[in-house]
Nanobody, 119 residues
């Protein structure tokens, strides 16, 4: 079965950088979209950005600071976060739209990784 496993979260000072990774595995035929969402305490989950085979789109709040990239050969998506702000503090979730070898297509989520931006 499909699994998404994230890594790379942690505590960083304002203005700092972090890189998140997410690897998808288990019965994958093809991956359409991959990307990241986040959920801050007391708020709804929001889109950070998505990437298809080569084009990434971002939420206005992270444009120019965050970059999403993808390694198709290894079913991996990355989120490079620069110039981090306290308001970027949230649990970050990896997302993928995947067609499995059983020909089912569905949305899959990682378990989430905490990013805390604080001095």
């Amino acid at each position: 079965q499909v699994q998404l496993v994230e890594s790379g979260g942690g505590l960083v000072q304002p203005g700092g950088s972090l890189r998140l990774s997410c690897v998808a595995s288990g019965g994958i035929f093809s991956i359409y979209f991959m990307g990241w969402y986040r959920q801050a305490p007391g708020k709804q989950r929001e889109l950070v950005g998505l990437i298809t085979s080569g084009t990434a789109n971002y939420a206005d709040s992270v444009k120019g600071r965050f970059t999403i990239s993808r390694d198709n050969a290894n079913n991996t998506v990355y989120l490079q976060m620069n110039s981090l702000k306290p308001e970027d503090t949230a649990v970050y979730y990896c997302y993928a739209n995947i067609r499995t070898i059983s020909t089912r297509t569905g949305n899959y989520w990682g378990q989430g990784t905490q990013v805390t931006v604080s001095s």
